[in-house]
């Protein structure tokens, strides 16, 4: 299959199958499932071994290349890669084999950013060659807005507009998305994460404005899911004994799923992973499935500290179970069950509340000089329950992954540890630079008027 192009198919299987470049434009697929390569290229174990001699930017070529042979010359794939990947991706060890992944370097200094910024780009490959434009709308309640906002941030062809409801957001975050300009057009709303959400979702069924090539960038996207494969490979590759027969356990905070299918696809792939701890908040929906067999969405979803995972029915499931052999739809029903005894084996999950997740930020950084902020400290507790549960040995090496700075939870830091966070570089400066954005109403025709009034054919 080297040189086949590979084909994308839906979850609901009521679609055409289309390539990468279709599937990437499109995000959902017509018939409302999500997009799925037809199959799952490999890595030999010696080439997997070969990664440990690689930066970032060369084993995320090589994953990259694996998805898209005959659709982006290897030139191309290859500076895009490296333009996105400018920044360190620090692994730092906290007691015998274990591990925390910091993918938190970024400019947003979230995660988000490793899929974001790959996405734009190849976004921006394909509407330059088909001499194409997009405007993406985009409705956040915070890192996803800021990501999204900065990853197409001065791309030509693509303009972005993100929501955001003006008073679930933090003034930090506001800041990471209005002080661009640019090619970035932010407006808030007087009302709720849903209400923006809502207006998107209308924008996209309104054929009045299909000249708009409206497109979202939400984390459906096949676009965000393949980067979020090249750092389990990369983490596994810098910090394996170089035995071949190694394994490797992930710990994964879970919101909808994205991070843990990423993961999930990269196993298939070839990386030896002997375990993916799931770890949730107080959304267990996901831990009571694996346990139960029996999927029941949450709604609706609960808050907590890790505002970022508050989700009761992660839209990547059906992604997973397909990967297990089976089917669900994007309402949360199973056609066909999967194959639990396998999830079983492959997966450990559990959930998180709020008065361990806070507790685990103290633990940790009193018994270990570990920093975390919430989502971290999620996964990280899910990691030592997971540790003490299977009581798994000392030399087993584990990788924990921390998705947010904790700069970004100053608030909370400074309630629990008694002291700021120091800010990473990217977000230095960012109280002195001007703020721009609009304001609108809830209302959908008033929406409506303002996307036609600014941006025309
Ligand atoms: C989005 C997000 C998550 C959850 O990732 P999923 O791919 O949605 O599971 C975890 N932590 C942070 C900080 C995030 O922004």
Not at 86 to 100: M, R, S, T
Request: hydrophobic share 35%; net charge negative; charged share 25%.
């Amino acid at each position: 299959m080297e040189n086949r192009k590979l084909l994308f198919r839906s979850t609901n299987g009521n679609s055409p199958a289309v390539s990468f470049e279709q599937a990437l434009l499109k995000g959902l697929a017509p018939d409302g499932g999500l997009y799925m390569p037809d199959e799952i290229p490999g890595f030999t174990p010696e080439e997997i071994l070969e990664f440990s001699n690689m930066e970032y930017h060369e084993i995320a070529l090589a994953v990259g290349r694996k998805f898209l042979t005959g659709e982006i010359p290897e030139e191309d794939l290859k500076r895009i890669v490296m333009d996105a990947y400018d920044y360190q991706v620090p692994l730092e060890k906290v007691y015998d084999n274990q591990f925390v992944m910091r993918l938190d370097q970024g400019p947003t200094a979230s995660f988000k950013d490793f899929a974001a910024r790959m996405m734009g780009r190849l976004m921006q490959y394909f509407l330059n060659r088909n001499n194409g434009k997009l405007l993406i709308l985009t409705a956040t309640s915070g890192d996803t807005g800021s990501a999204i906002a900065n990853a197409f941030y001065g791309l030509d062809n693509v303009e972005v507009l993100v929501l955001f409801p003006e008073k679930e957001v933090t003034a930090r975050q506001r800041k990471q998305m209005t002080t661009l300009g640019k090619n970035v057009s932010i407006v808030a709303l007087d009302g709720k994460f849903d209400d923006c959400q809502a207006l998107v979702k209308q924008a996209f069924g309104d054929s009045d404005l299909d000249y708009l090539n409206l497109s979202s960038a939400n984390s459906i996207n096949i676009g965000r899911l393949i980067p979020q494969t090249m750092y389990y490979f990369y983490s596994f590759a810098q910090l394996r004994s170089g035995d071949i027969d190694e394994q490797v356990v992930f710990s994964v905070p879970s919101g909808n799923f994205g991070d843990l299918c990423g993961g999930l696809i990269a196993k298939n792939m070839g990386l030896p992973v002997k375990k993916f701890v799931v770890a949730t908040n107080e959304n267990d929906e996901y831990p009571k499935f694996v346990k139960s067999g029996f999927y029941e969405k949450l709604v609706p979803s609960r808050n907590c500290i890790s505002s970022a995972m508050n989700v009761g029915h992660p839209s990547n499931i059906p992604r997973l179970v397909q990967l297990y052999g089976g089917n669900m739809d994007e309402n949360g029903t199973i056609s066909n069950a999967p194959d639990m005894d396998l999830i079983r084996k492959d997966m450990y999950a559990v959930s998180i509340n709020d008065s361990e997740t806070e507790a685990m930020i103290s633990d940790a950084y009193k018994e270990h000089g570990l920093l975390l902020e919430p989502h971290g400290s999620v996964g990280w507790a899910g990691l030592q329950r997971y540790i003490k549960d299977e009581d798994v040995s000392k030399e087993q090496l584990c990788i924990s992954l921390e998705t947010a700075h904790p700069a970004k939870f100053p608030e909370k830091i400074r309630e629990i540890l008694s002291f700021d966070p120091e800010l990473p570089p990217s977000l230095h400066g960012l109280e002195e630079k001007e703020e721009v954005y609009g304001h609108l109403p809830t209302g959908y025709q008033a929406f409506k008027e303002f996307l036609k009034k600014s941006y025309s054919k």
